[in-house]
């Protein structure tokens, strides 16, 4: 059976909705960000999950592109309509990695973290990036696109973000894609369900003990100015509090800025 197949990850899931219907699976897309994203306006899909096993046009934050060939890696999105207020819909990323970040850690034993706001890291290289799109339909119901892109084999990735990134085959051998789906989407429903009850604190504990951001000295680097702190917390609308070396602290929204180690990538 095809591990990207519904019959393989269906089984292994836990959730009450998510995965069970509305899944598009196609060997080649544009984007399964900007398939959802399509299908979310025309309202007919409740909840809706995305898959392909390359992607030609792949988008990353900050508009990049996000390298995304044939076999490599898990090239997927999901389609919620959260109810939560469109200011906190950036709590879904953080729900979103990490899910996806416990999945990992499940699978592979290895000890996978949150770079903030939502790239998860292995061995201070990125391993899988999120990508949270949100819009509105016609009829102003508001909608959330996440997407998410694991890199398992070694050639997910241009050699030029060597440096940066790594592939689940690098570090271990890799689990089955199935299981990765199915664990990101059981981790993912709970950690949705847990924020739209009781906001980030229901998620707090869980998202600090896996940051390898939080308590760090960080470098923020925004097209008009960089600065260095610590990172201290992030608030309810996933804003990055950082304290500089003045004493003040800066509030570091995640759509402006790349936000670094004072010595790297992490
Ligand atoms: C990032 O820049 O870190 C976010 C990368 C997100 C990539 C995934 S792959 C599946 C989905 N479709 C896209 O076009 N992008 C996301």
Redesign the pocket.
Known sequence: MHDLSPAAWQPLLTTRRLGRTGVILQHTL?????VLKDAARTGALAEAVALCEQ?T??????D?T?S?PEGQ?V???VLLRPQLPPEKTPMITFCAALAMTKAVRSLTGLDARIKWP??VVLSGH?V????LEAGFTPEGQMFVVI???LNIRRGAYPPELTERAVSLEELCPPPGREALIAAYLNGLEAAVDAVTSGGFTAIEEEYRALSCTLGREVQVLSPAETFTGTALSVDETGALLVRTEDGATRRVLAGDVSVRGVMGYV
């Open positions: 544009t984007s399964t960000n900007t992607q046009a792949g988008r990353g934050r900050l990049r996000w995304s890696g090239w997927m999105s939502n790239d990125k899988c990036g999120v990508l997407g998410s892109g």
